[in-house]
């Protein structure tokens, strides 16, 4: 499956953006998705993932109560709606999936990704 993430920009502190990572080349059905990011000088760190069906969601403590993944399988997209934005969200934005049906937060947040997309930037300036 090939991933295209896009949204990204430069927004004020307190504002919002709506990342999409639109799949293509498989069935986007059967795939958990997930989105990381990547700060300047920091290692990449999980953000946001979801089950292959939706029902099942997890988030990193830092954006817990201010961001929410969701999908469209009909649409093959994932989104990221990132409300209240502070500077230390400013990082590169990855999604990911992995062809997998688990739902459990071990499989979501921890297991290795296979695909990736190119990245989108977020900055977000205070």
């Known amino acids: 499956v090939q991933l295209q993430a896009s949204g990204g920009g430069l927004v004020q502190a307190g504002g919002f953006l709506r990342l999409s990572c639109a799949a293509s080349?498989?069935?986007?059905?059967?795939?958990?998705m997930g989105w990381f990011r990547q700060a300047p000088g920091k290692e990449r760190e999980f953000v946001a993932g979801i089950n292959w069906n939706g029902g099942s969601a997890y988030y990193a403590d830092s954006v817990k109560g201010r961001f929410t993944i969701s999908r469209d399988n009909a649409k093959n997209t994932v989104y990221l709606q990132m409300n209240s934005l502070k500077p230390e969200d400013t990082a590169v934005y990855y999604c990911a999936a992995k062809q997998d049906y688990c739902s459990g937060y071990g499989c979501i947040v921890y297991d290795e990704y296979d695909h990736w997309g190119q990245g989108t930037l977020v900055t977000v300036s205070s």
């Open positions: 080349g498989r069935t986007f059905n059967g795939y958990a």
